[in-house]
Nanobody
Framework: QVQLVESGGGLVQAGDSLTLSCTTS????????MGWFRHAPGREREFVGT????????LLADSVKGRFTVSRDNVKNTLYLQMNSLKPEDTAVYYC?????????????????WGQGTQVTVSS
């Protein structure tokens, strides 16, 4: 069964760093652009960042620009989200997703496969 699996979430304090990983079974990530989204209670799902198939191109949401980095290791078939200077408003369930378009996209409708999510909680 093809699936994406996120890991690395947890409870941290404001200002701390955390790295999320997204691995897969049953598919090769290098054939698609990949993205990260997050969903906080009472809010709509929010785009975080996306990365091209090669890893050369990235696009980040303004709310995380300068603090978060999206990267990938196609040899390890793994996607990463490095989160620095975390804030309480970063608290959410974080999801990785596989793009169905060749372009970098912030639209959730441009992604066709989603992981189950990993919880990130940032205390003040």
């Amino acid at each position: 069964q093809v699936q994406l699996v996120e890991s690395g979430g947890g409870l941290v304090q404001a200002g701390d760093s955390l790295t999320l990983s997204c691995t897969t079974s049953g598919l090769t990530l290098s054939t698609r652009a990949m993205g990260w989204f997050r969903h906080a209670p009472g809010r709509e799902r929010e785009f975080v960042g996306t990365i091209s198939r090669s890893g050369v191109g990235t696009l980040l949401a303004d709310s995380v620009k300068g603090r978060f980095t999206v990267s990938r290791d196609n040899v390890k078939n793994t996607l990463y989200l490095q989160m620095n200077s975390l804030k309480p408003e970063d608290t959410a369930v974080y999801y990785c997703a596989r793009s169905k378009t060749p372009n970098l996209s912030y639209r959730s409708t441009d992604y066709d496969l989603w992981g189950q999510g990993t919880q990130v909680t940032v205390s003040s």
